[in-house]
């Protein structure tokens, strides 16, 4: 008898739509799920391994040869 039936948890949501309006509600539900989506994704990245990057995402970026006006901006080693 103490735990609540399908039919208290629909008024209980009806009653908090009422309360809050839908837009709030289903927002605060939209930042709910977010939290767990990130809290579970935190604690995924947790458990994998520390790896070191390869050499190729290692490898810094190249310098542009062109700026935005089309100029160059030095020659190009081959």
């Known amino acids: 008898?103490?735990?609540?039936?399908?039919?208290?948890w629909l008024i209980?949501?009806?009653?908090?739509i009422l309360a809050f309006g839908g837009g709030r509600f289903s927002s605060m539900m939209g930042d709910v799920a977010k939290g767990i989506?990130?809290?579970k994704k935190g604690m995924a990245e947790d458990d994998e391994p520390h790896r070191e990057p390869s050499r190729i995402d290692a490898k810094a970026a190249a310098e542009p040869v062109f700026d935005r006006d089309g100029n160059r901006i030095r020659d190009r080693e081959i």
């Open 1 to 8: 008898m103490g735990t609540f039936g399908l039919t208290h």
């Open 12 to 16: 209980l949501g009806v009653v908090l």
């Open 37 to 39: 989506k990130s809290f």
